[in-house]
């Protein structure tokens, strides 16, 4: 019998008995097991509240880029992040930015931004403006900050995964202490280079974490339509790399398991797989109606599964008033709106732009 969009797991399926640790024929669940002893990380209430001021800030400034996009201010591609933000500030929160590097494909708005990178040239950014992150030559899909070891910020759909196990390769030859995260989705799990890479780090113990961003669709196509195995976790089991099952809507959740992976990487165990199952609000990209679902089963993930409004319940249950968030979202939407002002304020490229940054040469 076919199987239908019905039969594929949700976000909170690691939260359903039978999880992988159960699995006697998933080998590689040391890490699982784990992290299953204690699921929730153990946060302070300051870093609850920073949790939810960047979560926060990822859906204002995603929800103002659509807008910017609607007035014809955003160009090209422009692949929102919005319903997925516990994933990227779950894993980067427990990121050491002085040393790890992070590398992702197009829809990187939300990992920069969680990486601490200012909104301002981010959004000048999407706009095509000189004082973009990429001199507003790249645009929403080729953000990149070798400053801040990040980068990108790319189209092809895993080739960030190949150029993150050559990222981690520089962290073990240049013994600089550092890890590499390179996210990709579930479309992006099935190209044929994501494996190279994972046999390759796996022989050499490079210091890589392998992250699916589950979000249940590649483009209009759903995980059960595409993938023969769509347990992501399992898929590096033949090249003898771990793998992890992470409810990816539960920011406490993702820091949890981030803490276990990352220690196992940086004890120089070798790259870990882990599958975070999320969800996007939005279409693919601004262009896509995203008729292959219902209004009801995106409807049904933001009333009972939204990050945001999990980590808002903890944090009231806790003591917190409304009016103290209430004034963090004031303080996000004041951010973003600045981000718009300057980007839609400062001065396109200079035509001359045209000629730099561009390779003529061999190298
Ligand atoms: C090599 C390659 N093949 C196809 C495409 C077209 N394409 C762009 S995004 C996408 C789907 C990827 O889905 P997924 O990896 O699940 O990432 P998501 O968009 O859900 O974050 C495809 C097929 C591409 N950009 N590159
Ligand atoms: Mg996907």
């Given at each position: 019998?076919?199987?239908?969009?019905?039969?594929?797991?949700?976000?909170?399926?690691?939260?359903?008995?039978?999880?992988?640790s159960?699995?006697?024929?998933?080998a590689l669940h040391s890490l699982q097991e784990a992290f299953?002893?204690?699921?929730?990380?153990?946060?302070?209430?300051?870093?609850?509240?920073?949790?939810?001021?960047?979560?926060?800030?990822?859906?204002?400034?995603?929800?103002?880029?659509?807008?910017?996009?609607?007035?014809?201010?955003?160009?090209?591609?422009?692949?929102?992040?919005?319903?997925?933000?516990?994933?990227?500030?779950?894993?980067?929160?427990?990121?050491?930015?002085?040393?790890?590097?992070?590398?992702?494909?197009?829809?990187?708005?939300?990992?920069?931004?969680?990486?601490?990178?200012?909104?301002?040239?981010?959004?000048?950014?999407?706009?095509?403006?000189?004082?973009?992150?990429?001199?507003?030559?790249?645009?929403?899909?080729?953000?990149?900050?070798?400053?801040?070891?990040?980068?990108?910020?790319?189209?092809?759909?895993?080739?960030?995964?190949?150029?993150?196990?050559?990222?981690?390769?520089?962290?073990?030859?240049?013994?600089?202490?550092?890890?590499?995260?390179?996210?990709?989705?579930?479309?992006?799990?099935?190209?044929?280079?994501?494996?190279?890479?994972?046999?390759?780090?796996?022989?050499?113990?490079?210091?890589?974490?392998?992250?699916?961003?589950?979000?249940?669709?590649?483009?209009?196509?759903?995980?059960?339509?595409?993938?023969?195995?769509?347990?992501?976790?399992?898929?590096?089991?033949?090249?003898?790399?771990p793998g992890m099952?992470?409810?990816?809507?539960?920011?406490?959740?993702?820091?949890?398991?981030?803490?276990v992976?990352?220690?196992h990487?940086?004890?120089?165990n070798?790259?870990v797989?882990?599958?975070?199952?999320?969800?996007?609000?939005?279409?693919?990209?601004?262009?896509?109606?995203?008729?292959?679902?219902?209004?009801?089963?995106?409807?049904?993930?933001?009333?009972?599964?939204?990050?945001?409004?999990?980590?808002?319940?903890?944090?009231?249950?806790?003591?917190?008033?409304?009016?103290?968030?209430?004034?963090?979202?004031?303080?996000?939407?004041?951010?973003?709106?600045?981000?718009?002002?300057?980007?839609?304020?400062?001065?396109?490229?200079?035509?001359?732009?045209?000629?730099?940054?561009?390779?003529?040469?061999?190298?």
């Open positions: 019998m076919a199987r239908t969009a019905k039969t594929r797991k949700t976000p909170a399926k690691s939260q359903q008995q039978g999880g992988p159960d699995n006697s024929d998933f299953e002893k204690a699921k929730t990380y153990d946060a302070s209430e300051d870093e609850m509240m920073e949790f939810y001021r960047q979560m926060l800030l990822i859906r204002r400034f995603e929800e103002r880029a659509g807008q910017l996009y609607g007035l014809g201010l955003i160009g090209g591609f422009c692949h929102l992040y919005i319903g997925q933000e516990a994933v990227a500030i779950g894993l980067q929160s427990a990121l050491d930015n002085d040393k790890d590097s992070v590398i992702t494909g197009y829809r990187d708005h939300g990992h920069m931004l969680a990486y601490g990178i200012d909104p301002k040239v981010i959004m000048a950014e999407l706009t095509g403006r000189q004082a973009g992150i990429s001199k507003g030559k790249g645009g929403s899909m080729h953000m990149f900050s070798t400053e801040h070891k990040f980068y990108g910020g790319h189209g092809i759909v895993g080739a960030q995964v190949a150029l993150g196990g050559g990222l981690a390769l520089a962290h073990k030859y240049n013994e600089d202490g550092g890890l590499c995260l390179a996210y990709f989705g579930d479309g992006a799990a099935n190209q044929g280079q994501v494996y190279e890479t994972f046999n390759m780090a796996s022989l050499w113990k490079l210091p890589i974490v392998f992250v699916i961003e589950n979000n249940q669709y590649a483009m209009g196509t759903s995980t059960v339509r595409s993938s023969a195995e769509t347990e992501f976790y399992r898929r590096g089991t033949a090249f003898r790399i099952d992470v409810n990816g809507m539960d920011v406490l959740e993702v820091r949890a398991a981030a803490e992976a990352f220690k990487v940086r004890e120089g070798g790259p797989l882990m599958e975070l199952n999320t969800y996007r609000y939005r279409g693919h990209s601004m262009s896509d109606p995203a008729k292959y679902r219902t209004r009801e089963e995106v409807q049904d993930v933001r009333e009972h599964k939204d990050p945001i409004e999990g980590l808002k319940k903890v944090l009231v249950d806790k003591g917190k008033s409304e009016d103290d968030l209430k004034a963090i979202d004031k303080e996000i939407r004041k951010i973003v709106s600045e981000a718009a002002d300057f980007s839609e304020n400062s001065p396109e490229p200079e035509a001359s732009e045209l000629y730099t940054d561009v390779l003529v040469e061999e190298y």
